[in-house]
């Protein structure tokens, strides 16, 4: 999805207001504070990696509670580009979930390390701590932890395990924005990795960053993003173009400024949907975590195809995420991949994320729920 111009349709409470009568299931919010901001960077000519990207990682950084923030081109690049610099590579292991965006499996296959899989929790949707612990091997090097769908993942259990077996965690908080632990934000507990595609809770129109308090890692990854370098044509190992532009840094900054007040009407909006949905498994929130619900996912038992046709009728739209784990996909059977996995195959079948961004109106929250109620 495109990012859509909402602007001149705010309502009273400051959020947008949809168009469209179909209640969308991602609307991203562009206003005229992006428009600004993204004018003045090209009124600047300074367009690629310059104060405004700077600008954006310190404010990220601050918001997150940790000293670094290394903007990227997208989440995928920070997940990669996190994994090297912490020397993952050939002949490791990487122990992450199956079920999330393929993206995270992938970026330790572009290291040439192995992705191992271990279950989820059906509770959370999240890596269940006991299944990676029975996953981990010699060859074990690091856990990637996947915030699915805006709820932290059990940090003090994967904290416990990385300290006894000497691994690294690399986070993937790409759905995360703002969600937390124990009061403390995801992305400061390990290596943080962020997207900003439209459809997150902030958005950069395209983009990521990685999080850190290790000074020596924050300075791999500054090479890492730029070709290898520190110094303009002196490069110092092999890196990529990973680069943020400060398009991207001007729409982020004026997103960060509103990410907390999205956040909480996500909650709301969640809280709605949970008090008033029947008859269906609704999610589960951990009582040590902040869940900023980019997705509220339900569980459908039976033909889940005809009750999207039939929330799509009532102008609800839907989507799955994720139809398939990731050891299901054509690319990992290819590769050998033969894991029984029952929770994230399970969960595969059955869930069903409904509209929940900020931009809903009480009348969409009641519809909503109506229509899932008439399932």
Known sequence: MGILDLSGFQNPTGLFVRKEEMIRIAMPLIAEEEKRAVMQVLDSGQLAQGA???????????????KHAIAVNSGTAALHAALLAHGIGPGDEVITSPFTFIASANSI??????PVFADIDPATYNL????????????????????????????????KLARAHNLVIVEDACQAHGAAFRGRNVGAFGTGCFSFYPTKNMTTA?????????????????????????????????????????LQAAIGLAQLRKLEAWNARRIENARY??????NVAKPYVMPEARHVFHQYTIRVEGDREAA???????????SVHYPAPAHRQPVYVQLGYRDDLPEAERASRQVLSLPVHPSLTPSDLEQIAQAVNAL
């Not at 296959?109 to 192995?114: N, P, V």
């Not at 949907?273 to 029947?278: D, K, N, S």
């Not at 999207?308 to 839907?318: I, N, S, Y």
């Open 273 to 278: 949907l949970t008090e008033h949905l029947r």
């Open 308 to 318: 999207r046709a039939k929330l799509h009728e009532q102008g609800v739209e839907t």
């Open 109 to 114: 296959l572009f290291t040439g390390a192995k």
């Open 128 to 159: 269940d701590p006991g299944q990676a612990a029975a996953k981990i091997t010699s060859r074990t090097r690091a856990i990637m932890p996947v915030h699915l769908y805006g709820q932290a993942c059990d940090m003090d259990a994967f904290a």
């Open 206 to 246: 395209e983009g990521g960053a990685i999080t850190t308090d290790d000074d020596a890692l924050a300075e791999r990854l500054r090479m890492i993003r730029s070709h290898g370098s520190r110094e303009r044509y002196r490069h110092e190992m092999l890196g990529y173009n990973y680069r943020m532009t400060d």
């Open 52 to 66: 405004c990207v700077a600008e954006f990682e310190r404010a990220f950084a601050a918001y997150i509670g940790v």
